[in-house]
């Protein structure tokens, strides 16, 4: 079972920004980087940010992710339909010794 | 390709079954390689992760003692086993590659391609 919780849905026009909210405890996101994934059913997950803000290459800047103490987010700004998709946080949990996801929260373009 | 996966295999409760992620010495060795499963109306969750060069595993509370992670340095492959499926163990389990020696660091940006597993009773 995760600890950290995601809301499990999140939608938009295109064009407008969704914001995506995680939240941890001390041991996890309070202590450690935070990770987000995309994932489209079919396809295999793909990074969209690490280190709590930074994006790998290839990745759009209308992707941006911030932590706060033991929350973290992620705003897609200028939603697009290909934006659709499950969106998954991540973090090392120093309790359990071991990764965890967020439990994910479905983005739907209106 | 970086990360080449095992076809999809359909086993029966109680089976053993091990399935592989195959890349090269120089592309996975000296990172740390995921499993990660994907059920149908549930989220992603880790299994383990294992850095091949020296075998170091780590398995998250869920799996440990469930599923068995391995790897051969010769030739760049990471495993992982079951001993006797059950029907819970149907999923897509997906291997990546992270990005760095740190088992902390949660970049993983390559992935393979896949395998479903699918246990019938």
């Known amino acids: 079972q995760s600890v950290l919780t995601q809301p499990p849905s999140a939608s938009g026009t295109p064009g407008q920004r969704v914001t995506i909210s995680c939240s941890g405890s001390s041991s996890s996101i309070g202590s450690n980087y935070v990770f987000w994934y995309q994932y489209v059913p079919g396809t295999a997950p793909r990074l969209l940010i690490y280190d709590n803000r930074q994006r790998p290459s290839g990745v759009p800047d209308r992707f941006s992710g911030s932590k706060s103490g033991t929350s973290a987010s992620l705003a897609i700004s200028d939603l697009r339909s290909e934006d659709e998709g499950f969106y998954y946080c991540a973090t090392w949990d120093d309790r359990l010794s071991s990764p965890d996801f967020g439990t994910g929260t479905k983005v739907t373009v209106l | 390709v970086l990360l080449e996966q095992s076809a999809a295999e359909a086993k029966k409760s109680g089976n053993s079954l091990t399935i592989s992620c195959r890349g090269s010495?120089?592309?996975?060795?000296?990172?740390?390689i995921a499993w990660v499963r994907q059920v149908p109306g549930k989220g992603l969750e880790w299994v383990g992760l294992?850095?091949?060069?020296?075998?170091?595993?780590r398995y998250t509370p869920s799996f440990r003692g469930q599923v068995t992670i391995s790897a051969d340095k010769s030739t760049g492959t990471a495993y992982l086993s079951w001993n006797s499926l059950k029907a819970s163990d149907s999923g897509m389990y997906f291997c990546?590659?992270?990005?760095?020696?740190?088992?902390?660091?949660?970049?993983?940006?390559?992935w393979g391609q896949g395998t479903r597993v699918t246990v019938s009773s």
């Open positions: 294992i850095y091949p060069d020296d075998s170091d595993i």
């Open positions: 010495p120089t592309t996975v060795n000296t990172y740390w």
């Open positions: 990546a590659r992270g990005g760095s020696w740190l088992v902390k660091n949660l970049a993983f940006d390559y």
